[in-house]
């Protein structure tokens, strides 16, 4: 801390170069992650991190296990009005896709609360995996910034396509959906 | 009109701000120092002009102008007047209005003060002041204005602009969307200004300590003049993490009170640098040492301010607090890499400068002491700052955001806070310069003795734990030695002046504030540690889903859900309220009502858990999940949370003590104090050196 003994004038020029480097190094991390933040929603294109979803049935499905699947993410919340508009067309759209074993789906409420959750699920009779978003980490890692959003994951691992807002038809979602299972 | 009027304001001050920077600097290199007073009164009339600016806002968040995107976003028609007033600091750019306005008033209070004997210092007190404060005008003023309005142009977009758009019309929704309901809380309403205030009033013992860098002035001039700042401003930071966390308590309905959350971190690295600071001072005001490492404390505080509010508003770090994400993140870097930078440049090139005085002769001295409770308190700083930023550095390194959770912090942080409690026990009674453990001992035997008899009745009482045995131990071990503190300096008082015990006991506290409201604080943090340790080493909880009629048993207690009820209310929310009876030992204790508010406006949630407090205990129970109405049952979450309001006593205790040490002293009481000390209050002999 401070060397009482020593009758120097100043510091040394190692420590010097050496308070600066730390000091540099750590603006330089806060700059980078202040980059990272402003970067918006995940970009196409990009490898998207695996993650765990504990679903309202209690079961954890996790997107590890489905390497070269398609995967749509679609985020959701039981007060999202826009999120009504696409629940039906969704969930027709998992009927058909399910039987080809090449695409999952997986529902992640967004800030909801577990019994509104339910009751949506219900209401719109949805039959994929759906579960609460735990701790925000699933939205944060896609840099979710409101719902409904949905994310589709190619069979490498990367975001093919995204949508911000709801699909406002069953032909919509396949529109984007197919090509990518043809890649 | 009154948008208008804001904004010219907030146009004003940043010019004033602008000004004062370079009438400063230009008076202080020409020696021309009526450009240093036309400086000092830029910095004066910030406050008044920044004041116009907040009430601007005010009376367009009280007159309903949901024209205005602020208004818009943070108030609805159903809150209160009390919380439209207080939306000033509910939304990023109104809260920093809040703190320009608060910076101003202490930038106003400095510069009224008598400057005759420091004048080398004003200058450069102005510029770092008024730097600050123009940083954060310029951020509201180009990227956060909260007098933009809505204007609905010919093809039905709506933009949001200051100054009306050509061709489009103002826009004026109905009905505003309302503040987050989780600040809809009376807590909430007082817990941002005292933070925000502690924030601020932290940059004027800065701005004093760069000025004597950059003067470089040797004496410990800038650290007494700005002695009673820092006190203030770390009362108003205490104050705000004790309200942040009761929020937490009240409001977050997890049971508990700390989630070393990184906003939660960013209030906390400040107040430990801080306190540290407050200890370290007295050590360079008694015996010249400590010149370099106090430099870097109000350096290193004040930086961390400053990084604190950068993470909180830059969106770096996910956090319950952060605000959304805006354009000010990239200017805050900026701001920071600046202020850290000049503040390192400065500091070396004044290292030299800063030589201690003397040295230190004694490892049981009172500065080798409170070397030790700095050391200790860097070392907390150390694992906060290391867990806040772990998770950029794990995503620098491995890709993932992998964040600390809290069973890190508890198990790092926790035997440094043993260490602190027990120097609080044993450094007020070494004495500067020199002591014994012979000397020492003698001070502390009788306390010591009455502490191990708590621990062996602890033990007794079947506490088995080593870490609570630990905590408690050292807990009643500071207790009992500031209680004898007080008790000695009042017989003391009480023989020498013949006054009666009580009498003798007031006049000592009034007569030796600083001290005596330092001791005050000391047996604060005792309570406290008693409620921490309460809940961190014995909290339990439990879940169960009930049906009607049935009952769950947790540490005596028994819970039965008798029903729930779920209804709109006429303020915009939909309530379910469960109702419970609990009974203890098959005494009736009453009922307690858990809820979850849902709020329409802003489409939140928000959990209101059902509480029973005593001072031995909180029944805290939340109400998880419910089902329709047909089937009747609910699930619940109970936690007991023992001693849990010794931290809340311990908390309004620790105010109570800031104000007693900060409250200013009149001279002529204190010369005559300072006779009567140096004959006979001190606790143990004071070697020749002091």
Same mark, same amino acid.
């Given at each position: 801390?401070?060397?009482?003994?020593?009758?120097?004038?100043?510091?040394?020029?190692?420590? *010097?170069?050496?308070?600066?480097? *730390?000091?540099?190094?750590?603006?330089?991390?806060?700059?980078?992650?202040?980059?990272?933040?402003?970067?918006?929603?995940?970009?196409?294109?990009?490898?998207?991190?695996?993650?765990?979803?504990?679903?309202?049935?209690?079961?954890?499905?996790?997107?590890?296990?489905?390497?070269?699947?398609?995967?749509?993410?679609?985020?959701?919340?039981?007060?999202?009005?826009?999120?009504?508009?696409?629940?039906?067309?969704?969930?027709?759209?998992?009927?058909?896709?399910?039987?080809?074993?090449?695409?999952?789906?997986?529902?992640?409420?967004?800030?909801?609360?577990?019994?509104?959750?339910?009751?949506?699920?219900?209401?719109?009779?949805?039959?994929?995996?759906?579960?609460?978003?735990?701790?925000?980490?699933?939205?944060?890692?896609?840099?979710?910034?409101?719902?409904?959003?949905?994310? +589709?994951?190619?069979?490498?691992?990367?975001?093919?396509?995204?949508?911000?807002?709801?699909?406002?038809?069953?032909?919509? +979602?396949?529109?984007?959906?197919?090509? +990518?299972?043809?890649? | 009109?009154?948008?208008?009027?804001?904004?010219?304001?907030?146009?004003?001050?940043?010019?004033?701000?602008?000004?004062?920077?370079?009438?400063?600097?230009?008076?202080?290199?020409?020696?021309?120092?009526?450009?240093?007073?036309?400086?000092?009164?830029?910095?004066?009339?910030?406050?008044?002009?920044?004041?116009?600016?907040?009430?601007?806002?005010?009376?367009?968040?009280?007159?309903?102008?949901?024209?205005?995107?602020?208004?818009?976003?943070?108030?609805?028609?159903?809150?209160?007047?009390?919380?439209?007033?207080?939306?000033?600091?509910?939304?990023?750019?109104?809260?920093?209005?809040?703190?320009?306005?608060?910076?101003?008033?202490?930038?106003?209070?400095?510069?009224?003060?008598?400057?005759?004997?420091?004048?080398?210092?004003?200058?450069?007190?102005?510029?770092?002041?008024?730097?600050?404060?123009?940083?954060?005008?310029?951020?509201?003023?180009?990227?956060?204005?909260?007098?933009? /309005?809505?204007?609905?142009?010919?093809?039905?977009?709506?933009?949001?602009?200051?100054?009306?758009?050509?061709?489009?019309?103002?826009?004026?929704?109905?009905?505003?969307?309302?503040?987050?309901?989780?600040?809809?809380?009376?807590?909430?309403?007082?817990?941002?200004?005292?933070?925000?205030?502690?924030?601020?009033?932290?940059?004027?013992?800065?701005?004093?300590?760069?000025?004597?860098?950059?003067?470089?002035?040797?004496?410990? /001039?800038?650290?007494?003049?700005?002695?009673?700042?820092?006190?203030?401003?770390?009362?108003?930071?205490?104050?705000?993490?004790?309200?942040?966390?009761?929020?937490?308590?009240?409001?977050?309905?997890?049971?508990?009170?700390?989630?070393?959350?990184?906003?939660?971190?960013?209030?906390?690295?400040?107040?430990?640098?801080?306190?540290?600071?407050?200890?370290?001072?007295?050590?360079?005001?008694?015996?010249?040492?400590?010149?370099?490492?106090?430099?870097?404390?109000?350096?290193?505080?004040?930086?961390?301010?400053?990084?604190?509010?950068?993470?909180?508003?830059?969106?770096?770090?996910?956090?319950?607090?952060?605000?959304?994400?805006?354009?000010?993140?990239?200017?805050?870097?900026?701001?920071?890499?600046?202020?850290?930078?000049?503040?390192?440049?400065?500091?070396?090139?004044?290292?030299?400068?800063?030589?201690?005085?003397?040295?230190?002769?004694?490892?049981?001295?009172?500065?080798?002491?409170?070397?030790?409770?700095?050391?200790?308190?860097?070392?907390?700083?150390?694992?906060?700052?290391?867990?806040?930023?772990?998770?950029?550095?794990?995503?620098?390194?491995?890709?993932?955001?992998?964040?600390?959770?809290?069973?890190?912090?508890?198990?790092?942080?926790?035997?440094?806070?043993?260490?602190?409690?027990?120097?609080?026990?044993?450094?007020?009674?070494?004495?500067?310069?020199?002591?014994?453990?012979?000397?020492?001992?003698?001070?502390?035997?009788?306390?010591?003795?009455?502490?191990?008899?708590?621990?062996?009745?602890?033990?007794?009482?079947?506490?088995?734990?080593?870490?609570?045995?630990?905590?408690?131990?050292?807990?009643?071990?500071?207790?009992?030695?500031?209680?004898?503190?007080?008790?000695?300096?009042?017989?003391?008082?009480?023989?020498?002046?013949?006054?009666? =015990?009580?009498?003798?006991?007031?006049?000592?506290?009034?007569?030796?504030?600083?001290?005596?409201?330092?001791?005050?604080?000391?047996?604060?943090?005792?309570?406290?540690?008693?409620?921490?340790?309460?809940?961190?080493? =014995?909290?339990?909880?439990?879940?169960?889903?009930?049906?009607?009629?049935?009952?769950?048993?947790?540490?005596?207690?028994?819970?039965?859900?008798?029903?729930?009820?779920?209804?709109?209310?006429?303020?915009?929310?939909?309530?379910?309220?469960?109702?419970?009876?609990?009974?203890?030992?098959?005494?009736?204790?009453?009922?307690?009502?858990?809820?979850?508010?849902?709020?329409?406006?802003?489409?939140?949630?928000?959990?209101?858990?059902?509480?029973?407090?005593?001072?031995?205990?909180?029944?805290?129970?939340?109400?998880?999940?419910?089902?329709?109405?047909?089937?009747?049952?609910?699930?619940?979450?109970?936690?007991?949370?023992?001693?849990?309001?010794?931290?809340?006593?311990?908390?309004?205790?620790?105010?109570?003590?800031?104000?007693?040490?900060?409250?200013?002293?009149?001279?002529?009481?204190?010369?005559?104090?300072?006779?009567?000390?140096?004959?006979?209050?001190?606790?143990?002999?004071?070697?020749?050196?002091?």
């Amino acid at each position: 801390m401070e060397n009482e003994t020593t009758p120097k004038k100043g510091l040394s020029r190692t420590t *010097i170069i050496v308070a600066f480097a *730390i000091l540099l190094g750590f603006l330089a991390l806060l700059g980078w992650g202040l980059r990272n933040a402003q970067a918006g929603p995940v970009q196409v294109g990009q490898k998207v991190p695996t993650f765990d979803l504990t679903t309202f049935d209690g079961e954890v499905v996790s997107t590890s296990d489905l390497q070269g699947k398609v995967i749509v993410v679609n985020f959701w919340a039981s007060w999202c009005k826009p999120c009504e508009q696409e629940a039906a067309d969704l969930e027709r759209a998992w009927q058909i896709y399910k039987e080809t074993d090449d695409v999952y789906f997986f529902g992640v409420a967004y800030v909801d609360i577990e019994p509104k959750s339910r009751a949506y699920i219900e209401k719109f009779n949805i039959t994929y995996p759906n579960g609460p978003d735990l701790r925000t980490t699933i939205s944060t890692m896609f840099r979710v910034r409101g719902v409904p959003e949905t994310y +589709i994951i190619d069979r490498q691992g990367k975001l093919a396509a995204f949508k911000i807002g709801p699909y406002s038809s069953l032909g919509e +979602i396949q529109a984007m959906i197919d090509p +990518i299972i043809l890649q | 009109m009154i948008t208008n009027i804001g904004y010219g304001s907030l146009i004003i001050t940043f010019v004033l701000s602008l000004y004062g920077i370079v009438a400063a600097i230009y008076g202080e290199r020409k020696n021309l120092y009526r450009f240093v007073e036309s400086a000092r009164v830029a910095m004066l009339l910030t406050f008044p002009m920044l004041t116009l600016v907040a009430l601007s806002i005010i009376t367009l968040l009280v007159t309903q102008h949901y024209e205005v995107q602020y208004v818009y976003n943070t108030t609805s028609q159903s809150m209160p007047i009390y919380l439209k007033i207080t939306a000033l600091w509910g939304g990023q750019s109104g809260s920093l209005v809040f703190w320009a306005w608060l910076m101003s008033a202490f930038a106003s209070a400095v510069s009224i003060r008598k400057w005759s004997r420091d004048r080398d210092l004003l200058p450069w007190v102005i510029v770092v002041s008024l730097v600050t404060l123009a940083f954060f005008l310029s951020m509201i003023i180009f990227f956060e204005n909260p007098f933009q /309005r809505f204007w609905a142009s010919p093809g039905s977009r709506e933009i949001v602009a200051m100054f009306q758009p050509a061709g489009t019309q103002l826009l004026i929704p109905n009905d505003g969307r309302g503040l987050n309901p989780l600040l809809r809380h009376p807590g909430m309403v007082i817990h941002p200004p005292m933070l925000y205030l502690g924030f601020v009033s932290f940059v004027i013992p800065f701005a004093f300590g760069i000025a004597a860098l950059i003067t470089g002035r040797k004496d410990d /001039r800038w650290i007494r003049l700005t002695r009673r700042w820092t006190l203030v401003a770390w009362m108003f930071l205490s104050i705000g993490l004790i309200l942040g966390s009761r929020w937490a308590y009240d409001v977050l309905g997890w049971g508990g009170y700390w989630a070393w959350d990184p906003v939660e971190n960013a209030a906390l690295m400040p107040w430990l640098t801080g306190t540290a600071f407050l200890h370290s001072v007295m050590i360079q005001e008694k015996r010249g040492l400590f010149k370099r490492w106090n430099m870097i404390l109000v350096i290193l505080t004040y930086s961390l301010v400053i990084f604190g509010t950068f993470l909180t508003r830059s969106g770096v770090l996910s956090s319950v607090h952060a605000f959304a994400q805006s354009a000010i993140g990239p200017m805050f870097f900026i701001f920071i890499g600046i202020t850290f930078i000049i503040s390192l440049a400065l500091l070396i090139k004044r290292w030299g400068d800063l030589k201690s005085e003397g040295v230190m002769h004694s490892l049981l001295s009172r500065e080798s002491l409170f070397l030790l409770n700095n050391l200790l308190f860097i070392g907390i700083l150390v694992v906060v700052f290391w867990g806040t930023v772990f998770p950029l550095i794990s995503e620098l390194l491995t890709g993932q955001k992998v964040t600390v959770a809290a069973p890190f912090y508890q198990r790092s942080t926790a035997p440094l806070f043993a260490g602190l409690l027990l120097l609080m026990g044993i450094a007020p009674l070494s004495a500067w310069g020199h002591s014994t453990w012979k000397t020492l001992g003698k001070a502390m035997w009788k306390p010591g003795l009455l502490s191990l008899i708590v621990l062996l009745g602890m033990i007794i009482s079947g506490v088995h734990s080593i870490g609570a045995l630990l905590g408690f131990w050292l807990a009643s071990f500071a207790f009992f030695i500031t209680i004898h503190e007080f008790w000695r300096g009042t017989k003391a008082r009480h023989k020498r002046s013949g006054e009666n =015990y009580l009498t003798a006991f007031f006049r000592l506290a009034a007569r030796n504030r600083r001290r005596y409201g330092g001791y005050l604080i000391h047996l604060s943090v005792v309570l406290m540690a008693i409620g921490i340790i309460g809940i961190e080493g =014995y909290q339990t909880e439990t879940q169960a889903k009930l049906k009607a009629g049935e009952s769950i048993q947790l540490s005596g207690y028994t819970v039965t859900f008798k029903s729930l009820a779920e209804f709109d209310t006429n303020d915009g929310r939909n309530v379910a309220r469960a109702v419970l009876d609990v009974s203890k030992n098959g005494k009736n204790l009453g009922q307690l009502y858990p809820r979850r508010d849902y709020f329409y406006d802003s489409q939140q949630p928000m959990t209101i858990p059902g509480v029973r407090s005593t001072i031995e205990d909180d029944l805290y129970i939340v109400l998880v999940n419910w089902e329709q109405i047909s089937s009747g049952s609910a699930t619940f979450k109970v936690f007991h949370n023992p001693l849990i309001n010794w931290l809340w006593i311990g908390g309004i205790l620790l105010i109570f003590g800031s104000f007693v040490a900060a409250w200013p002293d009149q001279e002529r009481s204190l010369q005559l104090e300072r006779k009567l000390a140096s004959q006979n209050s001190s606790v143990v002999p004071v070697s020749s050196s002091d």
